[in-house]
């Protein structure tokens, strides 16, 4: 599940963001760009759940 995180985070940010621009209040562009920018930081912080790929078997 961790694994997803990342993606999920990232797809947050944008809705923030549009979010944000869609109210068009004063302060809500910049709290919906505050907020997608702490989605995004989360959404590094999990990559290391990503898996790498998969790895060839050795040969003996």
Known sequence: ???YLTIMFIVL???CV???LMI???WSGIVGWALAV????F???YTK???EGVKAKSRK
């Open 24 to 26: 068009d209040q004063v």
């Open 49 to 51: 759940y990503i898996p």
């Open 13 to 15: 940010s944008g809705i």
């Open 18 to 20: 549009l979010i944000g």
């Open 38 to 41: 702490i989605l995004l930081i």
């Open 43 to 45: 959404a590094v912080y």
């Open 1 to 3: 599940m961790k694994r």
